[in-house]
T-cell receptor
Framework: NAGVTQTPKFQVLKTGQSMTLQCAQD?????MSWYRQDPGMGLRLIHY???????DQGEVPNGYNVSRSTTEDFPLRLLSAAPSQTSVYFC??????????FGPGTRLLVL | AQKVTQAQTEISVVEKEDVTLDCVYE???????LFWYKQPPSGELVFLIR??????QNEISGRYSWNFQKSTSSFNFTITASQVVDSAVYFC??????????????FGTGTRLQVTL
C-alpha cells in the first residue's frame, strides 16, 4: 500500500511551458484534491474530485486543469506556466468523510 | 465561509518546555471536522488528529493533547515536554460535512515551532 504518490518531486519550468503533475492513490479513495502551498499562506485548494469523471474548482483554479478518468489517478496540468505558479503542490485523497492523506509534494520552480 | 486562524506565526521553546499552539475557526455548519497536521523540515504533511464537531472530549496521545471548545470555536494543541524532533510547522484545518465541497480542507497559515536544546 503506497498511499498517495506524486511525481515528479522537483521540476523547473520556463515561463510558457506546460507540464503535468502526476498523482495516484491505491487506497480506493473517492475524493482527491490538489493544493498549493506558498509561504505564509497555508495550503490552498486548486481543484478537487469527488469521483471518477467528476471534478470541480477550488479557491485558486486559474491556470490549472484536472481530469479524473480513474479512481486512482488525478493529474494536474499547467497549460502555460507562469512565475506565480512557483510553489509546492500537494495531492491528497480520502474516503467519504474520512481523513485526508497527502502525497509527498512536488516542488515547482517557474523561471 | 469557513476560516481557520492560527495567530502564532512562530514559537521558540527550550526542550522539555510545554507549548500550546492555538487554533480558532469559523464555520456556519453545525457538523464539521477539525484536524491538525505536522509538516517537518522534510516537507511532508503528517496527519496528527481529527475531531468531529459533536465530540468535545479532549484527546491525549502520548505527549500530545488537544483541547476542543465549541463555545470559543477553538481547537488548541499542546505538546508536553517538547523535544527537538517536534520542531516543525503545525497546521490546523477545518472541513465541513456534506457532499461536493466536503473534500475541501481549509487550512490556517501554520505555526512554526522551534525546539532548541
Amino acid at each position: 500500500n503506497a498511499g498517495v504518490t506524486q511525481t515528479p518531486k522537483f521540476q523547473v519550468l520556463k515561463t510558457g511551458q506546460s507540464m503535468t503533475l502526476q498523482c495516484a492513490q491505491d487506497m480506493n479513495h473517492e475524493y482527491m484534491s490538489w493544493y498549493r502551498q506558498d509561504p505564509g499562506m497555508g495550503l490552498r485548494l486548486i481543484h478537487y474530485s469527488v469521483g471518477a469523471g467528476i471534478t470541480d474548482q477550488g479557491e485558486v483554479p486559474n491556470g490549472y486543469n484536472v481530469s479524473r478518468s480513474t479512481t486512482e489517478d488525478f493529474p494536474l496540468r499547467l497549460l502555460s506556466a507562469a512565475p506565480s505558479q512557483t510553489s509546492v503542490y500537494f495531492c491528497a485523497s480520502r474516503k467519504t468523510y474520512g481523513t485526508q492523506y497527502f502525497g509527498p509534494g512536488t516542488r515547482l520552480l517557474v523561471l | 465561509a469557513q476560516k481557520v486562524t492560527q495567530a502564532q506565526t512562530e514559537i521558540s521553546v527550550v526542550e522539555k518546555e510545554d507549548v500550546t499552539l492555538d487554533c480558532v475557526y469559523e464555520t456556519r455548519d453545525t457538523t464539521y471536522y477539525l484536524f491538525w497536521y505536522k509538516q517537518p523540515p522534510s516537507g511532508e504533511l503528517v496527519f496528527l488528529i481529527r475531531r468531529n464537531s459533536f465530540d468535545e472530549q479532549n484527546e491525549i496521545s502520548g505527549r500530545y493533547s488537544w483541547n476542543f471548545q465549541k463555545s470559543t470555536s477553538s481547537f488548541n494543541f499542546t505538546i508536553t515536554a517538547s523535544q527537538v524532533v517536534d520542531s516543525a510547522v503545525y497546521f490546523c484545518a477545518l472541513s465541513e460535512a456534506g457532499t461536493g465541497t466536503a473534500s475541501k480542507l481549509t487550512f490556517g497559515t501554520g505555526t512554526r515551532l522551534q525546539v532548541t536544546l
